[in-house]
């Protein structure tokens, strides 16, 4: 069992920068995939980006040279690090955890799940 608690969220500026974090609790936080994902109002949620337990990454196209994810396997914590914000980032961004293998952007390969949290961009 992995529970996920998401922080950092809140109103910025376009152009401005916030940093997410995920804090991950469970045994098996270091061998899972973590993923961050968004759902604007009205949309459907989305892939934002995922780590893998060795370091690799994917990016969604719209936030890459934009947003950085890391994480920290000591402090069972992922990072989100979101340069450059314009009002399309406005959203919910989730946390998500997976066992490795399969689709990192599939969201429904993901098993365990945040309760999000919100960023809102103004123009």
């Known amino acids: 069992q992995v529970q996920l608690v998401e922080s950092g969220g809140r109103l910025v500026q376009a152009g401005d920068s916030l940093r997410l974090s995920c804090a991950a609790s469970?045994?098996?936080?270091?061998?899972?995939?973590m993923g961050w994902f968004r759902q604007a109002p009205g949309k459907e949620r989305e892939f934002v980006v995922a780590?893998?337990?060795?370091?690799?990454?994917t990016y969604a196209d719209s936030v890459k040279g934009r947003f950085t994810i890391s994480r920290d396997n000591a402090k069972n914590t992922v990072y989100l690090q979101m340069n450059s914000l314009k009002p399309e980032d406005t959203a919910v961004y989730f946390c998500?955890?997976?066992?490795?293998?399969?689709?990192?952007?599939?969201?429904?390969?993901?098993?365990?799940w945040g309760q999000g949290t919100q960023v809102t961009v103004s123009s």
């Open positions: 998500a955890a997976k066992p490795p293998g399969g689709k990192v952007a599939a969201l429904d390969e993901y098993r365990y």
């Open positions: 469970g045994r098996t936080f270091n061998t899972y995939t």
């Open positions: 780590i893998w337990w060795n370091g690799g990454k």
